[in-house]
């Protein structure tokens, strides 16, 4: 099936998207944080996240080069989906997705207990809208881990292509925990209301996976691979 591909001479604001994603994601300066939502703090304290919510990027990134773009490759049973990561513009979920990914961030697992291990293996792709995304990251049933982050959402945030790695949901501010989605075209009704983690290559394996879900399938998450290259 034919990805969602620009024609002509990419627009400003990809262009600009792109040079930004290049930029940050190749420096070796650990991005500040932004201030603490105090309600957000509270409830993950509450729910017993050593972390109240901001696993720190510096721990997520321990062990990586200092320098090169910062990828998660999602490796699917049907290809792999190559993804920029943008840890400038949103360095708080950046940083527990990556953490989840290479067992370094904690979460609540279904006996009860904080488990430190790869979040991401063996996952269901679970959910679909044909032509617009394709969401996973439930695990055991659940849409949480134990925790919750705060939004990272600016001004100028854009889901007008296919390929936009973002946090999915409840649709209430500050509920993205560990599920996710790859957009596989436009979907402009998503802006303002989750945070973008980045950019993939791979959407013809997004779509894929995508039409599978739609058909009833059961399409798998093997595993993420975060790199710096």
Do not use: K
Not at 69 to 75: D, F, M, P, Q
Not at 132 to 137: A, K, S
Not at 183 to 204: F, K, N, R
């Amino acid at each position: 099936m034919t990805a969602f591909r620009l024609l002509g001479p990419r627009p400003p604001g990809l262009v600009l998207l792109g040079t930004l994603l290049s930029a940050c994601a190749t420096s070796s300066a650990v991005p500040t944080l932004p201030p603490p939502v105090p309600e957000v703090v509270a409830a993950n304290e509450a729910a017993g996240d050593p972390y109240s919510g901001r696993f720190p990027l510096d721990e997520a990134l321990a062990g990586l080069p200092p320098e090169g773009s910062l990828h998660a490759v999602l490796v699917t049973d049907d290809g792999e989906i190559d993804c920029t990561l943008d840890p400038i513009h949103a360095p708080l979920s950046v940083a527990s997705f990556v953490g989840l990914a290479r067992g370094l961030r904690p979460f609540l697992a279904a006996d009860g207990q904080w488990h430190t291990e790869p979040y991401y293996v063996d996952l269901v792709w679970h959910r679909a809208e044909d032509g617009q995304f394709v969401q996973t990251g439930q695990r055991d049933g659940r849409d949480t881990a134990g925790f919750v982050l705060q939004d990272e959402v600016s001004y100028g945030d854009s889901f007008d292509r296919g390929g936009v790695l973002a946090m999915a949901n409840t649709g209430q501010p500050h509920t993205g925990s560990v599920e996710f989605f790859v957009t596989t075209g436009p979907a402009s009704h998503l802006e303002g209301a989750h945070t973008i983690l980045g950019q993939c290559d791979g959407e013809a394996v997004a779509r894929r996976v995508e039409q599978r879900v739609v058909r009833g399938e059961q399409p798998r998450l093997l595993r993420i691979d975060v790199t710096r290259r």
